[in-house]
């Protein structure tokens, strides 16, 4: 028995994720989302709508699919999709602060499918990782600290029952870890090509794609042999890392180095190359496995830095209740007392002559209003080095005139404290859900074995396809596999305008010029352009071409009439094959289309 225990115990501590990893990863999930939604919606026109390079018909025609949900696909027209964007916007920013933290979850993964389906040809392997890791996370627990939620159930006086370890360990936790992990084994398995293996030239050829390359990268590039070691480097941790931080023995101290050399490999990445959000999106899913060794540490220094202050609240305002506890948890003011002002009849007295809460400092020395809020930034051991930028004048103007502004109106939201309703469980809940995520891992790793060489002997049944699709786990992690592009270039888009003047479209009608830009990756405008562009290369995907031409036509004569308006243009790729030492074949333009606006 005792043997089994310490088996079962060693499991838990391989499987299980602990709470403040998860609050850690919900906060750099929820600003990847926010801040990806941003960036898409500069595009919306282009890429959400019937009137950009997309169209609803076009995906109808060239990829149907049953089995793929989409919202988004209900309108062409930009009011509804900024609608959708808004709306999504406001779940993430609620997944951010921990604010009904599993609504917010399942609502964000939907709508992010429901994104991704409206139009597929922009998205790639950061898009895959961001899903497929959110559709885990709507069952783990990432809402249980450092979120709204936990201020709200303590200031209604609910108390969580004793937890053995500040650990997660379910079936949720088995799969997001084994779908992290996922990623590298099978990309590993499908860097199959010698230049990984053998030659180790993988990092020079990678980096020679211009369409990626940034400014790091080509100051990288000068050093042929950093490059070697960091192309076996990179194939040998992908290949042994996963099982670093699976390791039975120092499992903590071996899964804290594991992750960090992880995060540390992606911030290279994302130095030296354009990848869209992937780098990030990888970056804060192994914050999930940050071991408990760590956060005790942390935890034990934010305590020690941490100033004892009492903060007094108005006892019959079940909102000020509610505010000082979530101020109390964001702000990690662990040796802060909360009381109600009519604890005190001094401190009573005071906060109805300033109708404001009040702060009691480690000194003794009462502060109110916004000087009561600085005094907590600056008590905070998190955000001390905020405290010169909230004593700005204008920035205590403008927080004075909030203050007044809301304590003026405290009769409309100081409502009696009420207790918060427990959540609903149904018999066997945990139970059918377990199964229903085990059926998922089992997907998940049929699915990316059948794309390997070792899968050749297995065909997926249907509905493995249909479920697959149906919540979006589909994936296939070829990142540079079996080999990096060799393939290389950029576009020129020569048009002609009724005056006669030629001008590239693909630079904002700049002069046309076809020697090579200086910055490649930068003609881009974001990662999703470039994604699209470089699909558009695909002969599999040429009858795309028509739908961009279409659009371009319509995006430059919506914005030039008369003579400047837009004749014809033919879409170029300059195409550059990429060799040994530092050279190239001669530049091969190639004419992808060409397309007559009237």
């Known amino acids: 028995?005792?043997?089994?225990?310490?088996?079962?115990?060693?499991?838990?501590?391989?499987?299980?994720?602990?709470?403040?990893?998860?609050?850690?990863?919900?906060?750099?999930?929820?600003?990847?989302?926010?801040?990806?939604?941003?960036?898409?919606?500069?595009?919306?026109?282009?890429?959400?709508?019937?009137?950009?390079?997309?169209?609803?018909?076009?995906?109808l025609i060239e990829m149907p699919q049953p089995w793929f949900v989409s919202l988004h696909m209900m309108s062409g027209v930009w009011q509804v999709q900024a609608l959708l964007f808004i709306l999504t916007a406001i779940f993430g920013i609620m997944l951010l602060f921990g604010y009904k933290t599993r609504l917010a979850t399942i609502l964000s993964w939907f709508l992010l499918i429901s994104l991704h389906n409206r139009n597929p040809m922009i998205l790639q392997g950061g898009d895959i990782m961001l899903r497929t890791t959110l559709f885990w996370a709507m069952f783990l627990p990432w809402g249980k600290t450092y979120s709204v939620d936990e201020a709200l159930a303590r200031s209604g006086g609910i108390k969580e029952k004793e937890e053995p370890s500040p650990i997660v360990f379910s079936a949720a936790s088995i799969g997001f870890l084994l779908q992290v992990v996922f990623v590298y084994i099978f990309t590993v398995i499908l860097k199959s090509d010698p230049i990984w293996t053998k030659e180790g030239s993988a990092i020079y050829y990678t980096l020679s794609i211009d369409q990626f390359t940034t400014p790091v990268g080509y100051l990288l590039y000068q050093f042929p042999g950093l490059m070697t070691i960091l192309s076996f480097y990179v194939y040998w941790f992908e290949k042994l890392g996963p099982a670093l931080v699976f390791m039975p023995i120092f499992t903590q101290y071996l899964r804290l180095l594991g992750s960090f050399l992880f995060i540390i490999m992606h911030i290279g990445m994302g130095l030296a190359l354009s990848l869209g959000p992937f780098p990030f999106v990888a970056m804060a899913a192994w914050l999930a496995f940050i071991p408990s060794l760590f956060w005790d540490k942390i935890s034990r220094l934010f305590i020690r830095l941490a100033k004892p202050i009492i903060i007094y609240y108005d006892g019959d305002c079940g909102f000020c209740l509610k505010s000082v506890h979530i101020i109390k948890t964001f702000f990690l003011l662990s040796k802060a007392e909360l009381r109600p002002a009519s604890s005190d009849a001094v401190i009573f007295e005071q906060m109805q002559h300033h109708n404001s809460w009040v702060l009691v400092d480690d000194s003794g020395q009462s502060s109110f209003s916004v000087e009561a809020f600085i005094v907590i930034v600056r008590s905070s051991p998190l955000f001390f080095w905020l405290s010169p930028v909230v004593n700005l004048a204008p920035l205590k103007f403008l927080g004075r005139y909030l203050y007044q502004l809301v304590a003026s109106h405290r009769q409309r939201v100081c409502l009696p404290s009420l207790p918060l309703p427990r959540s609903f469980s149904f018999p066997f809940g945990r139970i059918i859900v377990s199964l229903f995520l085990s059926?998922?891992?089992?997907?998940?790793?049929?699915?990316?074995?059948?794309?390997?060489?070792?899968?050749k002997w297995w065909r997926p049944p249907d509905y493995f396809y249909r479920t697959a699709y149906l919540l979006r786990m589909d994936q296939y992690w070829n990142m540079f596999s079996p080999y990096p592009l060799r393939e290389d270039g950029w576009y020129v888009m020569p048009g002609r305008l009724v005056n006669g003047q030629e001008v590239d479209l693909f630079r904002g009608g700049q002069p046309v010029t076809y020697e090579k830009p200086q910055l490649v990756s930068s003609l881009y405008k974001d990662a999703r352009w470039q994604k699209y562009l470089m699909n558009l290369l695909e002969k599999r995907h040429s009858s795309y071409r028509g739908y961009y031409s279409q659009y371009l036509c319509r995006h430059w004569n919506k914005n030039h009439q008369g003579n400047e308006t837009l004749l014809s243009f033919e879409i170029i790729f300059m195409l550059e094959y990429t060799q040994l030492d530092y050279k190239t074949d001669p530049v091969k333009p190639v004419t992808l289309w060409r397309q007559n606006c009237f």
Do not use: C
Not at 439 to 455: D, I, K, Q, R
């Open 1 to 59: 028995m005792l043997i089994l225990r310490k088996f079962l115990q060693k499991i838990r501590e391989l499987f299980g994720i602990d709470y403040r990893s998860l609050a850690v990863m919900r906060i750099g999930f929820a600003l990847i989302l926010l801040v990806d939604l941003f960036i898409r919606s500069k595009s919306l026109i282009a890429h959400y709508t019937d009137f950009g390079f997309l169209p609803r018909s076009a995906i």
């Open 439 to 455: 059926f998922v891992l089992f997907l998940v790793f049929f699915w990316n074995l059948a794309g390997t060489e070792y899968g």
